[in-house]
């Protein structure tokens, strides 16, 4: 049995960064905010179901890769709308400008793009389950609690 209310769609869920199981418990301790101490720290099981979100020691490792194609992503974005408005040319530092800017874009979403990676990594990683209520959380048999966060 489904529960009554509808539930967070997937995009919700990772933007959000909510646990993708219940997708109701939040995956980080704390909201993202200006002050960015502590903002990575994750809760080690979702507050709603319990899932764990360091499900394998050095589980988070891959999400550099995500936030650098994301990086990439954004940079073709900002790259084709500066040449659009803007433009480019040889015989001034437009290129150059453009290459400071979005520097520092992708600096200020840093934050973002590290908490919105972990919450992407992990959604591939444990599916929805919309009767997480009646069924037993999964096992975990890869956990290390000597090496969590040890990478
Ligand atoms: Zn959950």
Known sequence: M??????RSYLATIYGCYCPRCREGKLFERPLSFRLRGI???NERCPVCGQITDIEVGFYYGTGYVSYFIGIFISLATLITWWLIIGFSFHDNRFVYWVVCNSLFLASLQPFLMRFSRSLWLSWFV?????????ALPGHERINREQMGNW
Request: charged fraction near 40%.
């Open 2 to 7: 489904s529960d009554v209310r509808p539930h």
């Open 40 to 42: 990575m720290k994750m």
């Open 127 to 135: 599916p929805f389950d919309p009767d997480w209520k009646e069924h």
